[in-house]
């Protein structure tokens, strides 16, 4: 089935062009950063977590959220996510590789990672991120190629493979609980000092997956034959919509506690990123972005008539992205070490190359879920499936 990635349109080769440019830049870009060190990075002493994490966290909820489609259509019987279900899993393929890469991006050299196998420490967070991330791997690409390549049989997917696609529900899950745990378990970082840090995490991936996923079956839609069906498109936008309202429940949780409770080391990262604190405010206006895209959103999503109309239901899927993306990236990575424990304020942007090569590893990605997808959907073309 490999072959039909290398068949398509002549729009179809220049998308892969298009994304060659873009690694070709990034990989520039990282040997830049190869030879001289994460000095060229926004990075420093005091926040040493950046954009690479908060690429890296927001890209494991993006993955566990295959689950949205997985559980209802094998537990619940829910045949209408039949034609999305492969595609969750693909989406899922790619982003927990785009995550991958991140890490080994944030390392500095790639060579750093033979630390963690060689000396394999279990009493770190870290540890079993590394574990779950590479097992749901695994998973997604033995249920989703198996699944396929039934299809391609035309038969039904082989009866082994049956415990890992249940194996896969609560493994979803737990990627983003352990990464969450990463954050919560540090107790010198008070503004993730929660307990509500894991279901905030799933809360904003089982919204922003989802319409990543949405987004891409209305391309599809616009470039091939594929439908999954309007029942199937609505169902998921409801688990958009309440998954996204949670989110921003939790949230305003976390700013009551820490506003209410008037405690310093709390309630100072939430004033840095809202109106800026001892005249520093670099993120305040990216802050503001993602909170009024957050509010156009739910005027979209909660009413079933402009949730129910593809062309606004398409518009709120982008504005839950961007809000995410914002918020649990750079609000949530950096809000954890402005001020840091001393209560100093030393600011974090990006760089150019940092961007540079965020946008190589995002290229990669987008890559092989095109490469994927152009299988899946050409073999469903074939078999008459859709």
């Known amino acids: 089935m490999l072959e039909k990635a290398l068949v398509g349109s002549k729009k179809y080769y220049l998308w892969l062009g298009f994304l060659g440019v873009l690694i070709l830049v990034g990989f520039c870009c990282y040997i830049k950063q190869f030879f001289f060190g994460l000095g060229i990075t926004g990075m420093s002493r005091s926040v040493s977590w950046g954009f690479y994490v908060a690429q890296f966290t927001y890209l494991v909820g993006i993955a566990a959220s295959a689950v949205m489609v997985v559980l209802p259509y094998y537990l619940h019987n829910y045949k209408e996510f039949g034609k999305m279900t492969i595609l969750g899993e693909f ?37 079993y991120d590394m574990i779950v991330l ?17 299809e391609y049989k035309g038969s039904k997917p082989p009866a082994w493979v049956k415990p890992f696609v249940y194996l896969s529900i609560p493994w979803a899950f737990s990627i983003h609980t352990v990464t969450a745990f990463l954050y919560s378990g540090m107790p010198g970082r008070d503004f993730w000092l929660t307990a509500i840090m894991a279901p905030r995490f799933l809360a904003s991936a089982f919204c922003a ?8 079956t209305f391309i599809l ?9 309007d029942k199937a498109i609505k169902t998921l936008a409801k688990i958009i919509t309440y998954a996204f309202l949670a989110n921003i429940f939790f949230f305003l949780c976390e700013v009551f506690t820490a506003l209410y409770s008037h405690i310093p080391a709390h309630r100072y990262p939430l004033e840095y990123l809202f109106v800026g604190l001892h005249g520093h ?24 008539k402009t949730r129910n109309n593809f062309g606004t239901l398409a518009v709120a899927c982008i504005l839950v992205i961007l809000s995410t993306w914002i918020d649990k990236g750079m609000g949530l990575i950096v809000g954890g070490f402005v001020p840091d424990p001393l209560d100093h304020v030393m600011e974090y942007m990006p760089t150019l190359p940092e961007i540079g090569i965020t946008i190589g590893v995002y290229a990669i ?10 299988i899946a959907i050409t073999v469903k073309e074939q078999r008459g499936l859709i």
Do not use: E
Request: glycine share 8%; with cysteine.
């Open 91 to 127: 989406l899922a393929i790619a982003a927990v590789t785009m995550c991958i890469l991140f890490i080994l991006v944030d390392l500095g050299q790639v060579h750093r990672v033979m630390n963690v196998l060689l000396h394999p420490t279990p009493h770190s967070v870290m540890f």
């Open 134 to 150: 590479s097992g749901y791997l695994m998973i997604n690409i033995i249920c989703g190629w198996s699944a396929l390549h039934a």
């Open 209 to 216: 997956g989802p319409s990543l996923l949405l987004l891409l």
């Open 221 to 229: 839609k616009g470039f091939t034959r594929f439908d999954p069906g």
């Open 281 to 304: 405010g670099k993120l305040v206006p990216w802050i503001w972005t993602s909170w009024i895209c957050a509010a156009v959103a739910v005027v979209l999503l909660v009413p079933p």
């Open 365 to 374: 990605g987008f890559l092989i879920l095109s490469l994927l997808y152009k």
